[in-house]
C-alpha cells in the first residue's frame, strides 16, 4: 500500500524547519491510532493495532518537491511538496485516507498547509532490482538502539542488522515467520567513494546517523517486499529507511500530475 500526500501551501514558497518531520509522524500515527492515552512517539508511533492483534507499520519518505533548497536549519520549497507514505497493511490506507480528509489541514508555526492524499502504484519489487532510498536508511549497532553503523565499517554486520529487522518486523506483523529468510544488502560502492551517502538527522530532539544511496538486495521475496512496504532499518515510523525500485518516480511530486 503506498499513500502520496500532497502539502498544500497558500504562497508561492514556504519555509519548513526541519521538525516538519517530527509533525509529519506525529500527525500519520494520531490518525491511524486515535486514542491519545495509547499513542507516544517511542512506543506506539507508527504502529496501528490490527483485528488479529498485529501490529502494522509505515514508513515515509523525505519531502520532495519540484524546486527545493536546503539550509542549515530547514529548506525553502516552491511549488508545493509531497510525501509518500507506505504499510504492508490496505486497512492502514483506508485508515490514513479517511483521516486525511477529515484533518483537512496541518498547521506548523506560521505555516498552514492544505493535505490531500491518494493511492498510488507500488510496483513490483524483486530481489536483484536496483533501488534508491527516499529517506536515510539508520541500523542500529545493538538492540537498545544507542549507536548506529556504518555501512563501509562492516558491511556484512550491517547487512545482517537489516535482516534481523527485518524478520522481527514480518514476525510481529504477520505471527509467523517467512518461509525463506535470506537477506543479503549491498550499497553501490563507488557512490560510497564519493562521501554523498552519509548524514546526521535529527528527530524528536535526538540525531541519528543513516545513509542514503543506490543499493540492491538479494534473497528472499518475502523480506524483500516487507522492506519496500513497511522500510529498513530502525524508526522507519520517524522517515528512516523508505526504499524504492530506481525506475519508480522519486519524488512525491511525480505522482501528483
Known amino acids: 500500500m503506498l499513500v502520496n500526500l500532497r502539502l498544500i501551501s497558500e504562497g508561492k514558497a514556504v519555509f519548513f524547519f526541519d521538525t516538519i518531520y517530527d509533525e509529519l509522524a506525529r500527525l500519520i500515527g494520531s490518525i491511524v491510532d486515535r486514542q491519545p492515552e495509547r499513542y507516544s512517539p517511542v512506543q506506539h508511533l507508527g504502529l496501528q ?115 534481523q529487522g527485518l524478520m522481527k518486523k514480518y514476525r510481529d506483523y504477520y505471527g509467523y515467520d517467512p518461509l525463506d529468510d535470506r537477506f543479503l544488502f549491498f550499497y553501490d560502492e563507488e557512490y560510497l567513494k564519493n562521501g554523498l551517502s552519509a548524514c546526521v538527522v535529527k528527530r524528536f530532539g535526538r540525531e541519528f546517523f543513516g545513509q542514503s544511496a543506490p543499493f540492491t538486495v538479494a534473497g528472499s521475496l518475502e523480506l524483500t517486499g516487507l522492506a519496500v512496504q513497511a522500510g529498513l532499518g530502525e524508526k522507519t515510523e520517524m522517515g528512516f529507511g523508505m526504499i524504492a525500485d530506481r525506475k519508480l518516480p522519486k519524488r512525491a511530486s511525480d505522482g501528483w500530475r
Not at 515515509?60 to 508545493?80: D, L, Y
Not at 507514505?85 to 486497512?91: D, K, Y
Request: charged letters at 20%; one cysteine or more; hydrophobic letters at 35%.
Open 49 to 163: 493495532r490490527q483485528s488479529s492483534g498485529c501490529l502494522a507499520p509505515f514508513t515515509f519518505s523525505e519531502i520532495t518537491a519540484p524546486k527545493i533548497k536546503h539550509t542549515q536549519n530547514g529548506f525553502w520549497v516552491i511549488g508545493g511538496a509531497g510525501i509518500h507514505i507506505a504499510s504492508p497493511s490496505t486497512e492502514f490506507g483506508l485508515n490514513l485516507l479517511c483521516g486525511l480528509a477529515k484533518v483537512k489541514t496541518l498547521t506548523i508555526g506560521e505555516v498552514k498547509l492544505g493535505l490531500k492524499g491518494s493511492f498510488v502504484p507500488h510496483g513490483n519489487i524483486q530481489p536483484g532490482y536496483e533501488m534508491v532510498c527516499l529517506s536515510p536508511v539508520i541500523v542500529a549497532a545493538d538492540d537498545g538502539q544507542n549507536d548506529f553503523l556504518r555501512y563501509e565499517d562492516n558491511p556484512v554486520r550491517y547487512s545482517e542488522r537489516l535482516r
